[in-house]
Antibody, heavy 120, light 107 residues
Framework: QVQLQESGPGLVKPSETLSLTCSVS?????????WGWIRQPPGKGLEWIGS???????YYSPSLRSRVTISVDTPKNQVSLRLTSMTAADTALYFC?????????????WGQGILVTVSS | DIQMTQSPSSLSASVGDRVTITCRAS??????VAWYQQKPGKVPRLLIY???TLQSGVPSRFSGSGSGTDFTLTISSLQPEDVASYYC?????????FGQGTKVEVK
């Protein structure tokens, strides 16, 4: 059974850069077509941050495109998220997720999420 | 960018009721829609993909329909364990937008 686990700092200062890692176990990341990052501010809905394809193509939310980078480390079986110039509006639960089908964008496996708070 | 408008934002229904949640896309997105259920404090769960295909292990009381711009998630007979927020997601092209969510409660 595929398992995804997000890791990184739970507290980030304003203007700093957030770096999160999604470690995947019991599944090779090369066997999924898309990996994605989604976030959820406290008490609010889901927001798609971006996705990366098997070929390395990246797709980002227009509202975050200037600040976000998603990458894959195949030897480590990890997917990473980097978000620069953090503000209080970026406080959220951050999820990584795996797509179900080849070329499909639906996410069938999710990590438990990591809560990131932006505060000085 | 294509917008997804989900309605209602919340609803309350009795056990056994038929519940319908809709998502409308601002442009034709064929059938590139998924539906998720998120129970309080839990991770989102994929219910439906390709607008109408039931994900493995999901109870048959859940169904999806629609194509083009209008999509529907139906719970045929609401159960107490269906209390959750439900989200649509479009993935026809980037950005892969989620709907605003619908909170379902049992009367």
């Amino acid at each position: 059974q595929v398992q995804l686990q997000e890791s990184g700092p739970g507290l980030v200062k304003p203007s700093e850069t957030l770096s999160l890692t999604c470690s995947v176990s019991a599944f090779s990341i090369t066997n999924a077509y898309y990996w994605g990052w989604i976030r959820q501010p406290p008490g609010k809905g889901l927001e798609w941050i971006g996705s990366i394809s098997k070929s390395g193509s990246t797709y980002y939310s227009p509202s975050l495109r200037s600040r976000v980078t998603i990458s894959v480390d195949t030897p480590k079986n990890q997917v990473s998220l980097r978000l620069t110039s953090m503000t209080a509006a970026d406080t959220a639960l951050y999820f990584c997720a795996k797509s179900l089908r080849w070329l499909g964008g639906e996410f069938d496996s999710w990590g438990q999420g990591i809560l990131v708070t932006v505060s000085s | 960018d294509i917008q997804m408008t989900q309605s209602p934002s919340s609803l309350s229904a009795s056990v056994g009721d038929r519940v319908t949640i809709t998502c409308r896309a601002s442009q034709d997105i064929s059938n590139y829609v998924a539906w998720y259920q998120q129970k309080p404090g839990k991770v989102p769960r994929l219910l439906i993909y390709s607008a109408s295909t039931l994900q493995s292990g999901v109870p048959s009381r859940f169904s999806g329909s629609g194509s083009g711009t209008d999509f529907t998630l139906t719970i045929s007979s609401l159960q107490p364990e269906d209390v959750a927020s439900y989200y649509c997601q479009k993935y026809s092209n980037s950005p892969w937008t989620f709907g605003q969510g619908t909170k379902v409660e049992v009367k």
